[in-house]
Every structure is written in structure tokens, then in C-alpha cells.
């Protein structure tokens, strides 16, 4: 069985606001058992959009570091729901999927 990782319970308001201040990487909130799995879906959606915003910031020429967050928070969210359809996407530059695209069955 796998331990819980992370905090024994998690403080939704903020982990809702600011994923990445609640568990250290999209790994850590993939295996918390304390979650359901439509609560990692909806933390790790709102992680994927601060990413992306993030991408696009150092995309236009802001500071910061490039990393690779996106693409592990994109690999928990297939994980979860077995398939996301990249190419129905936002028209943003930080694309952002519709509820269509990513849904918790």
C-alpha cells in the first residue's frame, strides 16, 4: 500500500489558491491518499494554469527558470482521467483546457 504523502490533511482553501504551497511537486498530490480523485483533478487543472502562465511570462521574456512542472502536472492529469485531448485547447497562449476536455468519470 502506499503511504500518504504529504500533509495528513490538507488545507483545500489554500492547496485551491496555491497547489504548489501545499505539496512539493504534482507527484506528492497524485499519490495523497487523503484526496479524492476529483479533488486531484481540480488542484491539479489550477496548477496546470499557474504553470502555463508561468510558461508564457518566460516566453515573452520575463524573468525566471524554465522547468519542467508543466509537462509532470500534464502527465498526472492523464494519469488520472487515462487521456487528455491536447488539440482542443484554449486560444490563449496558455491554452487552459475546457471542462469538456478534462472530465472526472
Do not use: C
Not at 508561468?54 to 492523464?78: F, H, T, Y
Amino acid at each position: 500500500m502506499v503511504s500518504t504523502t504529504g500533509p495528513a490533511s490538507v488545507d483545500m482553501a489554500q492547496a485551491l489558491l496555491d497547489p504548489g504551497s501545499i505539496f512539493a511537486d504534482p507527484e506528492e498530490l497524485l499519490l495523497h491518499e487523503g484526496l479524492s480523485r476529483e479533488e486531484k483533478i481540480e488542484l491539479l487543472k489550477r496548477w496546470e494554469y499557474d504553470a502555463s502562465e508561468n510558461s508564457v511570462a518566460l516566453e515573452e521574456g520575463m524573468p525566471g527558470d524554465e522547468s519542467d512542472l508543466l509537462r509532470r502536472i500534464l502527465l498526472a492529469l492523464d494519469h488520472l482521467i487515462a487521456g487528455i485531448d491536447v488539440e482542443h485547447v484554449g486560444p490563449t497562449k496558455q491554452h487552459g483546457f475546457a471542462s469538456s476536455v478534462i472530465t472526472s468519470t
